[in-house]
């Protein structure tokens, strides 16, 4: 009996982790958190993008629904216009470049392209035509 619980003894003493299986358990947990850790912030990333291409996006609709409230006579005096999201370039996020010609008689075509200011990319652009009502 004396045997057995010399066994159980040691056993107990030899239970554990040694420094090196710590070690190793560390280094796997730490570079799973990196990981996990790059994937978040790269998804906030994504995510600030997507914003501020709809919100752009937005903005380049509420300037084609302005111009289809105007009088077909005064759209081609919008060629070569940049439209602000506020009142000065400085204070605003996106801009819209307009583009207006006639194509053929009686037919105006619009183009516009939103830039984002803060980034300087072009986020989309619209084309729409016009006739003589």
């Known amino acids: ?10 056993a107990r003493r030899e239970a554990g982790f040694s420094v090196l299986e710590v070690t190793i358990a ?10 996990s ?7 906030i990333a994504a995510v600030s993008s997507a914003e501020r291409t709809s919100r752009g ?11 289809a409230a105007q009088p077909y006579e005064n ?6 216009n ?8 400085g204070a605003s996020r996106y ?12 037919l105006i075509q619009i183009r516009a392209a939103v830039t984002d200011l803060k980034t300087g990319r072009e986020l989309t652009r619209l ?4 006739t003589l009502r």
């Not at 996006?57 to 111009?67: R, S």
């Not at 759209?75 to 070569?80: C, D, K, Q, V, Y």
């Not at 801009?95 to 009686?106: G, H, I, S």
Request: aromatic share 8%; charged share 15%; net charge positive.
């Open 1 to 10: 009996m004396q045997r057995i619980r010399g066994k159980n003894s040691r």
């Open 26 to 35: 560390l280094a796997i947990t730490a570079s799973v958190l990196l990981a």
């Open 37 to 43: 850790a790059a994937s978040f912030l790269a998804s």
């Open 57 to 67: 996006a937005v903005f380049a609709q509420t300037v084609m629904e302005d111009l």
């Open 75 to 80: 759209l081609l005096t919008f060629n070569g």
């Open 82 to 89: 940049r439209i602000y999201d506020e009142a000065t370039a």
């Open 95 to 106: 801009a819209v470049d307009l583009t207006v010609f006639t194509t053929t008689v009686n």
């Open 127 to 130: 084309s729409t035509l016009r």
